[in-house]
């Protein structure tokens, strides 16, 4: 697959919070990575794609890493 990357995303959140990081707007995805052409109805049913996110972060004032992990399959048919 293909993997677009940011980093150094400098926000702070509090415990328990939610907050957006980015848009995906920001991600170097090229069109033909997300558009599907010349694909029967058919195969459309039948396949599945996989997208992920990670996150990697960090808690202020500990020196540990930790990441977050995510992936979803979907029919090509409910994407096109």
């Not at 697959?1 to 959140?13: A, M, P």
């Not at 997208?51 to 048919?77: C, D, H, M, P, Q």
């Amino acid at each position: 697959g293909k993997i677009s990357t940011i980093s150094k995303i400098s926000n702070e959140f509090a415990p328990l919070s939610e907050g957006k990081l980015v848009s995906i707007d920001r991600f170097s995805l090229s069109e033909n990575v997300i558009s599907f052409k010349n694909v029967k109805k058919r195969y459309a049913h039948k396949k599945n794609i996989e997208y992920g996110v990670a996150i990697k972060y960090r808690i202020s004032g500990a020196n540990k890493e930790r990441t977050l992990f995510k992936t979803r399959k979907y029919r090509l048919s409910n994407l096109i």
